[in-house]
């Protein structure tokens, strides 16, 4: 411990590829990517071959190949097609980041409709893919996956949290951010049987959600208003007989 | 009585470990010294260690020789003894995965999968997925099949295993195997038991009496797939080897290696420790009658390079590690590490 201290900083830091995850977020500082250089030249070149392979290790092979690799540089990949789905959900993270509402536009708008927003944003960036997306989500319950599955979720409605302007130090920032990941989760899902053009069908489907979760949320503030406003009569109320409390 | 005759032995492993330890920064100093310039020592000068003992480099190939020579027949059994059995479990159970994971190509759709070897549900082999090949444009062009080496590979376990996977896994009837071994004594025995599977004189598998140090009769950049299972640890120069499996593959073609590793539970290692230590020599010497045989195998598992320290010397060798570089089996009694010869962009 004591020597890893005297070395310098850069040498102390661990490198960009070493870091999978990190634990804090800054905006002077990109966040690292979870693949190296050669996985995600390969993961890059395979993209284009999903909408007619899928979400499978043939796409990935045809990736590697793309990139002269032979078939056996599948195992470049121990998390097999997963690897797809993972550098998908990843980049279109990412790709929220160059997103209108955030930049320039969104100037006047409220963090709700931004929020809103950026969800549908993010949302239309599995359009490509959307006839293959039922594989993607088949393979991330697998034990082996579902920790990066989630941990990949959680990300993202953080991100558009973040991205929207949010700053709440709060419970609601639990709140929030579970909230929006069941939205999204289940729009994404209804979004794989949308057959209706530009996916309206899917889209009014968000606003019902965000609308329920509004109502609800309405709710368990006005529940709650009503718990407590009880309880403090209640307490008064035994103040009032010399109870002490 | 069981416990006082297990005592001395464990008593006695743990003080050669102590009494190893300088030779064993010895071996490794040399180590360094021969990959900056490998000329420079004469081979009786260098030594590498054989279980505990430190030997002459030259002499390492020869008690090794002579280890395998005598438990060449027995040497199933003692993998049972060695990895409390489990090592049927790495081999025979299929990892739980969605059917078009181990989805097949067009042209053996007819074929009904229970058609497939039990065999082929092999982790080690699985993982790997040999004979996978590119979806075929047109049907007039056969898809190329793997060239695969097995190092090592002496009674054929993992071989075969790699063929019936290749062919009824992934239809590839052109992929071909060399079971390589530097043991004639092993090898014969892989021929023997060929002679009860279908590649029994076929093309598809060759056999080769080799030093994985020195693979000079196969070409550079041929290989698909290079194996070794259980093997790696009683070579005498390993990252030699490691440079030389570099060498033979491809330009994206595989290193795989399944071996005994550091157990990674210390209660865990502590009880497989004691096993290893106390039982495997007492059972050597009274099913095969052969102690000291049995002695160097457990004394090498102890010897080869954890985790973290041989997938560095994969990586010094060249090779581009998937993710964190291994997969540990059973808690990490065995690992499987990987290499990708990266293709050198011009």
């Known amino acids: 411990m004591a020597t890893k201290r005297l070395l310098p900083l850069s040498l102390r830091l661990p490198k960009p590829s070493s870091l999978i995850s990190r634990k804090y977020h800054t905006p002077s500082q990109p966040s690292p990517s979870p693949f190296p250089a050669l996985e995600t030249a390969i993961l890059t070149s395979s993209l284009p071959h999903i909408p007619e392979h899928g979400f499978t290790p043939t796409t990935l092979r045809l990736g590697a190949h793309a990139q002269g690799y032979i078939p056996a540089s599948q195992n470049l990949f121990p998390q097999g097609a997963f690897a797809l ?30 929020v809103k927003e950026l969800t549908w944003e993010r949302l239309l960036g599995n359009r490509e893919v959307i006839h293959r997306w039922q594989e993607a989500l088949a393979l991330t319950p697998l034990p082996s996956n579902l920790p990066t599955a989630l941990q990949e979720l959680h990300a993202l409605s953080d991100e558009i949290w973040y991205l929207a302007g949010d700053t709440s130090v709060d419970t609601s920032w639990y709140t929030k951010r579970a909230t929006l990941s069941t939205i999204y989760a289940a ?31 309405e709710m368990v503030g006005s529940v709650g208003e009503w718990v407590g406003y009880n309880a403090r009569a209640g307490l008064n109320v035994l103040r009032s007989r010399g109870v002490r409390i | 009585m069981a416990s006082r005759t297990l005592r001395p032995l464990l008593n006695r492993s743990r003080f050669q470990c102590l009494h190893t330890q300088t030779p064993r920064y010895l071996s490794k100093s ?6 900056e310039a490998p000329n420079q020592s004469t081979p009786h000068e260098r030594t590498t260690h054989f279980g505990f003992e430190t030997v002459a480099e030259a002499e390492k190939e020869a008690r090794v020789a002579g280890v ?3 438990v060449a027949e027995s040497y199933d059994a003692m993998n049972d003894f060695m990895s409390l059995g489990i090592h049927r479990l790495w081999k025979y159970i299929f990892p739980f995965s969605p059917p078009f994971l181990t989805e097949r190509p067009k042209e053996c759709e007819g074929r009904s999968r229970t ?6 549900r092999d982790h080690f082999v699985h993982s790997i997925n040999p004979g996978t090949s590119l979806p075929t444009t047109s049907p007039s062009t056969e898809p190329q099949g793997w060239k695969m080496l097995d190092i090592a590979g ?18 590839s009837p052109s992929s071909t195997i060399t079971i390589s071994d530097i043991n004639p004594s092993m090898l014969s025995e892989g021929r023997k038991r060929s002679l009860s599977t279908s590649y029994a004189h076929s093309p ?7 030093n994985a140090e020195n693979l000079h009769t196969v070409p550079s950049s041929s290989i698909d797939l290079y194996t070794v299972a259980f093997g790696i640890r009683n070579f005498t120069d390993k990252p030699k080897a490691l440079r030389e499996a570099y060498r033979v593959l491809k330009p994206g073609g595989v290193f795989a290696c399944l071996e005994f590793s550091g157990v990674t539970n210390p209660l ?15 059972i050597g010497q009274l099913v095969a009658g052969d102690r000291a045989s049995y002695q160097y195998l457990v004394e090498s598992i102890e010897r080869f390079p954890k985790q973290e320290e041989f997938r560095d010397m994969i990586k010094e060798a060249g090779f581009h590690v998937p993710g964190k570089g291994w997969e540990d089996l059973t808690g990490g009694i065995a690992a499987i590490h990987k290499g990708i010869k990266p293709v050198e962009k011009a």
């Open chain 2, 268 to 282: 865990l290692d502590a009880m497989y420790k004691r096993w290893s230590f106390g039982a495997i020599p007492l």
């Open chain 1, 85 to 114: 789905v993972h550098f998908h959900l990843w980049r279109q993270r990412e790709a929220l980041k160059s997103c209108v509402v955030v930049k320039d536009a969104g100037k006047g708008v409220g963090v709700g409709r931004k």
């Open chain 2, 68 to 70: 395998f020579s005598n």
């Open chain 1, 187 to 217: 729009t994404e899902l209804f979004m794989t049987t949308d057959k209706s053009s530009d996916f309206k069908d899917t889209s009014q489907f968000l606003d019902r959600r965000f609308e329920d979760s509004r109502v609800l949320g």
């Open chain 2, 30 to 35: 040399t180590k360094h010294h021969s990959a």
């Open chain 2, 204 to 210: 598809r598998l060759s056999f080769l009496l080799a």
């Open chain 2, 154 to 171: 002496g009674t054929g376990d993992i071989a075969f295993r790699l063929l019936d996977h290749a062919t009824h896994i992934n239809a």
């Open chain 2, 115 to 120: 058609k497939a070897n039990p065999q082929t």
